[in-house]
C-alpha cells in the first residue's frame, strides 16, 4: 500500500465521516510508523452509508477535483412525517396539512328538506396516501436545475463556523440557497408510506432537502429514514472495502 493514494471506504452507518477518517489514519500510522495524512472529499451523515473517497498523502491536493463530481443515492423516504433534522436523527412528527379538509367535507351536505348547507371550514388533518402515479409527477418535476436551500444541521460553514453546532446552540442564521442539477430520479420502492428512489445529481445536492421538498410537494411531508450513496463521478461502491478492513 502506497502512502499516496485513493481509497473506497463502503462507509457504515453510525460513525460520522471525520470517524471514517481518524480509523484510516490510525490504521495507515500503524502500518507505516509515522503520520499519514488522510482527509475526505464530501461527507456523509452518520445515519447514511455507502461510498466515501479517502485521499492519502500526496493527492489531498486533488481533492477539489473530487468533490466536483456527480453523485448517485439510494434514498428511503418515510411519507406522512416530518423531521426537524430531515433525518432519523431528529424529532419525528407526523404531517398536518392545514390547508386541507377530509374528503367527506369536500362536498355541500344537504338537509332533509333539501336546504343547501355551507360548506364546511377547512379543518387541520394528516397526510392522505397519495398515488404511484401522483408520486412519479411530483418526482419528474425535480428533474433538471432546481433551488436548493441546504438544512441547517450541515457542515456547510457560516462565518467559519459549521452550521450544525450553531444549529445545536439554538443560533438564528440564513443558509444561502444553491441551484444544483437533478439528471434523474427513478422509483425503485412504493408501499406508503414508505418511498425509496434512485437520484443522480451533481455535487452539492441535498437528499435530506430533496426528500423534504418532495413530501411539501406530495402534500404529506417527508424525511430520510436511509441514505446510501452508490457512486460517485465513476468510482462505484462494488469497488470499496468495508471499515472493519482498517480497523483489524
Do not use: W
Request: aromatic share 8%; charged share 25%; proline share 4%.
Amino acid at each position: 500500500m502506497d502512502e499516496s493514494q485513493i481509497i473506497l471506504i463502503d462507509k457504515p452507518a453510525g460513525i460520522s465521516s471525520f470517524g471514517v477518517v481518524a480509523k484510516v489514519r490510525g490504521y495507515l500510522k500503524t502500518k507505516f510508523g509515522h503520520k499519514v495524512k488522510v482527509g475526505h472529499t464530501g461527507t456523509l451523515d452518520p445515519f447514511a452509508t455507502g461510498l466515501l473517497i479517502l485521499l492519502t498523502g500526496k493527492m489531498t491536493k486533488k481533492s477539489s477535483e473530487f468533490l466536483k463530481l456527480d453523485k448517485v443515492y439510494e434514498a428511503t423516504l418515510k411519507l406522512g412525517y416530518t423531521s426537524t433534522t430531515g433525518d432519523p436523527e431528529g424529532e419525528i412528527q407526523q404531517y398536518v396539512n392545514g390547508n386541507e379538509a377530509p374528503e367527506d367535507t369536500l362536498s355541500r351536505s344537504l338537509c332533509e328538506d333539501g336546504e343547501q348547507q355551507e360548506r364546511p371550514s377547512p379543518v387541520t388533518t394528516g397526510a392522505r396516501e397519495r398515488s404511484e402515479k401522483d408520486v412519479s409527477l411530483v418526482l419528474h418535476s425535480f428533474i433538471g436545475k432546481i433551488t436548493q436551500t441546504p438544512p441547517k444541521f450541515s457542515a456547510i460553514k457560516i462565518n467559519g463556523q459549521r452550521a450544525y453546532k450553531l444549529a445545536r446552540k439554538g443560533q438564528d442564521f440564513e443558509i444561502p440557497s444553491r441551484e444544483v442539477k437533478i439528471y434523474s430520479i427513478d422509483i425503485l420502492n412504493y408501499a406508503y408510506p414508505e418511498l425509496k428512489i434512485k437520484v443522480h445529481c451533481s455535487s452539492g445536492t441535498y437528499i435530506r432537502t430533496l426528500a423534504e421538498d418532495i413530501g411539501q410537494k406530495l402534500g404529506t411531508g417527508a424525511y430520510l429514514t436511509e441514505l446510501r450513496r452508490i457512486k460517485i463521478g465513476t468510482y462505484d461502491i462494488k469497488d470499496a472495502l468495508p471499515l472493519s478492513h482498517f480497523t483489524k
